[in-house]
């Protein structure tokens, strides 16, 4: 494992997480796009992504590199780097749910608005944890020029 | 003292330079990242008392010598 290929894998899991998100944001808030994935199955793609993505990171760090690859990868500021991020990540989403509750509307509340309401803290929760997972990446990108 | 953190202060990159070793080097003998040694020494990261240690054995001196309190300067 080198840095230029964690950012490769965090890069497509974070970016792909991102254009779903976004996609399902804007739908969810009735913007209209002009266009609608006709396979639904596709909103899938983000999930596997991560699961096979963070498969391969720990197979890589238990099997495929050597003591000085993970020393590297994994150091006490690359953990202090995550940690900054993931608190950003819960005060973001933090915010976002303050607002997504104050943009519902009371007054007329039912199941569906509730239910509509679910998915746009989860897209919202993911929009935001895949914007951060590109910026991480970005990170071992540079690493990996100048390192 | 070079550029350091606030709470502070650290003498790494002189040391470092004298012992005739670029970030990379240091960084593959104190087993951390490169990234880590660089931000040590611009006063951007303050490190574990583990990593201080193992970076002042690649350089053969005291972790005192690297890294000192700020109020120890108005000493």
């Not at chain 1, 494992?1 to 970016?15: E, I, N, P, Y």
């Not at chain 1, 050597?66 to 900054?84: G, P, V």
């Not at chain 2, 990234?35 to 970076?55: C, D, H, Q, R, W």
Request: proline share 1%.
């Amino acid at each position: 494992m080198t840095f230029f290929k964690r950012f490769l894998v965090l890069f497509t899991c974070g970016s792909v997480q991102v254009f779903f998100a976004t996609y399902l944001l804007l739908e969810l808030f009735g913007f209209g796009l002009g266009w609608h994935l006709a396979v639904h199955n596709i909103m899938f793609v983000p999930g596997v992504l991560v699961f096979f993505g963070s498969g391969y990171l720990t197979i890589s760090y238990y099997f495929l590199s050597d003591d000085a690859s993970n020393n590297a990868l994994y150091d006490e500021f690359t953990a202090l780097r995550y940690y900054k991020l993931a608190t950003a990540g819960y005060v973001i989403n933090g915010i976002g749910i303050f607002m997504l509750y104050s943009a519902q509307d009371w007054s007329s509340w039912s199941f569906e608005l509730a239910n509509n309401m679910i998915y746009q803290i989860a897209a919202f929760a993911w929009l935001t944890f895949g914007a951060l997972l590109v910026w991480f990446s970005v990170g071992d990108y540079r690493e990996s020029k100048s390192g | 003292m070079g550029k350091s953190h606030e709470k502070l202060l650290n003498n790494l990159e002189e040391f470092r330079k004298a012992a005739n070793l670029t970030q990379q080097e240091l960084s593959e003998s104190a087993e951390v990242s490169r990234k880590s040694i660089n931000a040590i020494e611009n006063g951007i990261y303050v490190p574990s008392t583990v990593l201080a240690l193992k970076i002042a054995r690649t350089l053969s001196c005291n972790v005192e010598e690297l890294f000192k309190l700020p109020e120890e300067n108005n000493i």
